[in-house]
């Protein structure tokens, strides 16, 4: 299982970035995947999941109505479509799938500064 993680960068408060996260090893289709994040000092947290095939998407309260979780199996590529971004988001953004092991990315850093 391979996931890599792109997209992060420098953005300013108010502004939007699209992190892919592509996917190898396993039957993307069948498996849900997750985005996970973790800031300086802080514990990792789930952002955003979405189901295989179904689709059912769920979020921390935090970036609900912001973050948009979309799925493409056709690319074997889950997105985290961030928008209205804060400071607080500052963090780095891990993709996840849980297959009979957890896996995780190598994260891609995420700013939010002006």
């Known amino acids: 299982v391979q996931l890599v993680e792109s997209g992060g960068g420098l953005v300013q408060p108010g502004g939007s970035l699209r992190l892919p996260c592509a996917a190898s090893?396993?039957?993307?289709?069948?498996?849900?995947m997750s985005w996970y994040r973790q800031a300086p000092g802080k514990e990792r947290e789930l952002v955003a999941g979405?189901?295989?095939?179904?689709?059912?998407?769920k979020y921390a309260d935090s970036v609900k109505g912001r973050f948009n979780i979309p799925r493409d199996d056709a690319k074997n590529t889950v997105y985290l479509q961030m928008n209205s971004l804060k400071p607080e988001d500052t963090a780095v953004y891990y993709c996840?799938?849980?297959?009979?092991?957890?896996?995780w990315g190598q994260g891609t850093q995420v700013t939010v500064s002006s």
């Open positions: 996840s799938v849980h297959t009979r092991y957890d896996y």
């Open positions: 090893g396993f039957t993307f289709s069948s498996y849900s």
């Open positions: 979405i189901t295989g095939a179904g689709g059912t998407t």
